[in-house]
């Protein structure tokens, strides 16, 4: 495990250096993304298997985690697990970009379905890496998101990350939960799936259409089974649409 790296011109600075923890068992990639990033004024911590990664999380508290899938002995997904449920001592909706060395489309999915907010595939540019970075702590700025959401039978608790119907408890994964997230504090706007992709995804360069039609799916399939009324829209030939109705509690 490697000590905190930290950019020598912002020793002394009274501003606080953004901290990323990157996660690779190969030594030169960490190398290569802590130039990168130390160059683009980031704090670079490192660990070098997933064990030591869950260690470094709750102790030096990055704002954002560049992590590899294929770690020895604690996987990367399970790092990743262990961050959006909740057991790694760090808010879970701290920003993850994942690294593998698979392209392929049911890798990305399933890195997606747990959390991940951004996918890159080895070999990567270092620079696209920093940017996306940049990207992604933008975009987890601040925020005064509200607690509940409520729309009739269905609750929305945005601070447990948890989703009720009828009072029973809705297993959903962190995406879909982004997602109905998404749809309920944006009541009757519709969305074009490639605007959906950009506020949920993060990103709409890499990812097909399908991967939100199938998440539609999948949450229509878990939310609108003892229902008669879609809960979620199709607006024929541009997107999706929350809709809330008034009776949906009767």
Same mark, same amino acid.
């Given at each position: ?11 002394? !600075? ?15 990639? +960490?190398?290569?993304? /802590?130039?990168?990033?130390?160059? !683009? ?12 990664? *869950?260690?470094? *999380? ?25 961050? &959006?449920?909740? &057991? ?10 994942? *690294? ?23 070999? @990567? ?17 601040? !925020? ?10 269905? /609750?929305?608790? @945005? ?5 009720? *119907? ?16 998404? @749809? ?6 519709? @969305?074009? +799936?490639?605007? =959906? ?22 949450? +229509?399939?878990? =939310? ?23 009776? /949906?509690?009767?």
């Amino acid at each position: 495990m490697n000590t905190p790296t930290i950019d020598p011109r912002r020793v002394g !600075s009274e501003a606080t250096t953004p901290r990323i923890l990157v996660v690779d068992d190969d030594d030169g990639i +960490r190398t290569v993304v /802590r130039w990168q990033l130390n160059d !683009s004024g980031f704090d670079v911590v490192e660990a070098d298997d997933g064990a030591a990664a *869950l260690q470094m *999380l709750a102790r030096e508290t990055p704002l954002l985690v560049v992590l590899d899938l294929s770690l020895p002995a604690v996987g990367g997904l399970d790092v990743l697990r262990a961050v &959006r449920s909740g &057991r790694a001592g760090v808010p879970r909706e701290l920003p993850v970009i994942v *690294l593998s060395g698979r392209s392929g489309e049911t890798d990305r999915i399933v890195g997606l379905d747990l959390g991940a907010d951004d996918y890159l595939v080895k070999p @990567f540019s270092p620079g696209e890496l920093a940017a996306r970075v940049r990207s992604l702590l933008r975009r987890a700025g601040p !925020s005064t998101p509200t607690d509940v959401v409520a729309a009739g039978p269905l /609750r929305i608790e @945005f601070a447990c990350r948890e989703v009720t *119907l009828h009072g029973e408890r809705v297993d959903l994964t962190a995406k879909e939960f982004d997602l109905i997230a998404f @749809f309920a504090t944006h009541p009757r706007q519709v @969305f074009t +799936r490639h605007q =959906l992709m950009e506020a949920v995804w993060r990103s709409a360069e890499w990812l097909g259409e399908a991967t939100v039609t199938e998440h539609v799916h999948r949450l +229509r399939a878990k =939310l609108e089974k003892d229902s008669s009324t879609p809960l979620i829209r199709t607006v024929r030939g541009v997107g999706y649409q929350f809709d809330v109705l008034s009776d /949906r509690s009767k």
